[in-house]
């Protein structure tokens, strides 16, 4: 079945330090794979795709067919990272399959 | 532009009421989409509109919920005689053609909705 999992409910980091967000995907077909972040008060915002293999914010993502993941990574965290971060899987041209969310915390 | 507009932000309802929550898509976006978030659980997909056209409803609960895209006016989605587990947060999002999922959505705020 077509599911994306994100191990952590929940992830503390100070301030430099690497970040790394995990999200693994099941699906049978070439995916699409997305990440979305939701900063507190604020919509739901496209972070970025891996097809376009683009940063934002200082954000990467590869996708690893060989592990089925997608790990969003930034090698020094801001405290302006704080926030949700939803990884999501593309299941047709319009509909996304979406994991539960990891809330990002970034210590002073 | 406004963006993708939602309201009401927030809504409670008794159980056995009826909930509307309206989405406004961006300007010159005709198709709209509907997630439910359940609370402590990732986004599901509901219902995917096209101005008087329903695409694909999959994702609807077969009973109890509606979804309309007007021709004039905001996209609707009807929830009749409300229950406890209709609580949750309700997303909208839209793109101004078919396969927004490639060069992503543009979110509304979200609708959360307690029953009581």
């Known amino acids: 079945a077509q599911r994306v999992t994100q191990p952590e409910k929940l992830l503390s980091v100070f301030k430099g330090a690497p970040v790394e967000l995990k999200c693994n995907y099941s699906?049978?077909?070439?995916?699409?794979l997305f990440w979305y972040v939701q900063y507190s008060r604020q919509r739901l915002q496209l972070l970025l795709r891996h097809i376009s293999r683009e940063s934002i914010k200082g954000f990467t993502a590869d996708l690893n067919k060989g592990e089925t993941s997608f790990h969003l990574k930034k090698p020094f965290a801001q405290e302006e990272d704080s926030a949700m971060y939803y990884c999501?899987?593309?299941?047709?041209?319009?509909?996304?399959?979406w994991g539960a969310g990891t809330k990002l915390i970034i210590k002073p | 532009n406004a963006g993708v507009m939602q309201n009401p932000r927030h809504l409670v309802r008794r159980r056995g009421q009826e909930a509307r929550l309206r989405c406004s898509p961006m300007k010159g976006h005709s198709h709209v989409y509907w997630y439910r978030q359940l609370p402590e659980e990732g986004l599901k997909f509901m219902v995917y509109?096209?101005?008087?056209?329903?695409?694909?409803e999959s994702g609807m609960p077969k009973e109890r919920f509606s979804a309309e895209f007007p021709k004039e006016g905001p996209s609707i989605l009807r929830i009749q005689q409300v229950v406890r587990g209709d609580s949750a947060a309700y997303f909208c999002?839209?793109?101004?053609?078919?396969?927004?999922?490639?060069?992503?959505?543009?979110f509304g705020s979200g609708t959360r909705l307690t029953v009581v």
């Open positions: 509109l096209q101005k008087e056209n329903i695409i694909d």
């Open positions: 699906y049978s077909g070439s995916p699409e």
């Open positions: 999501a899987l593309g299941d047709s041209n319009y509909q996304l399959i």
């Open positions: 999002a839209s793109s101004p053609r078919g396969g927004g999922v490639s060069y992503g959505y543009t």
